[in-house]
């Protein structure tokens, strides 16, 4: 019996995809601090496409209080030493939206996420970066064999606490960030124009927040086109 539940642990680890390396992107993860008057939610999220030379980078931090009503001139920041002055300060476009920024690269290494307003807060909430993944196959404008099994691989900066994979044909499917995902015959049917959509994120739950709070990172890389016959 111990042993069953040994393994059966170690299958829920790896479902989530993370590790206790310190290439596993949770490990860098920070629940932060607060008043737990606040409920936040925070993404972080670029897209890449192959006509993509550099990919925006899209933040955006929903404040609420207890009652559901939007907390509104708060100060919002995010930290990450790779950005210009090593923070971007998001802003609201009017009363009741969210506060929202960009930075025109996808920036490395992990997002410190502050909210304060008055005296309620939440502070220090950690979310480790998943990095730039490149993916290796299928290959840009190449031909994979319809019907067949197909090895989809992409790399692995740092793990992530798990990946999407979707085509015209496969409906969004979560994995572990293994850097192989393999696709079934039957969802690899003939078609001129394929694509392949690779997501990876990583997310935190607010230590200091009401119930629901946290921060996520995201990245999504894509093949655009290749042909499946």
Known sequence: MKRILTLAAAAAALACGSNNTSNAAVSHNNPGTGTNTLK???SVGAISTPTTTTPS???SVIVTDGAGATVNGATVTVLNSSVPDGV???TQAAAGSAYTG???SY???????NVVKGTDNVQGVVVGGVGMHTIN???LNGTVTAGQPLDVTWTTPAVAKQVSIQTRDLPTTLAPDTGDFTISGAQNPARISQRVIITRNNEVEAAGGLLGSGLSVSYANRIDPYTVQ
């Open 88 to 90: 971007v300060n998001l």
């Open 40 to 42: 936040v939610v925070g």
């Open 57 to 59: 980078t899209t933040f």
């Open 102 to 104: 960009s930075v025109a």
């Open 137 to 139: 196959a299928p290959a």
């Open 107 to 113: 920036p490395s290494g992990d997002f410190r996420l």
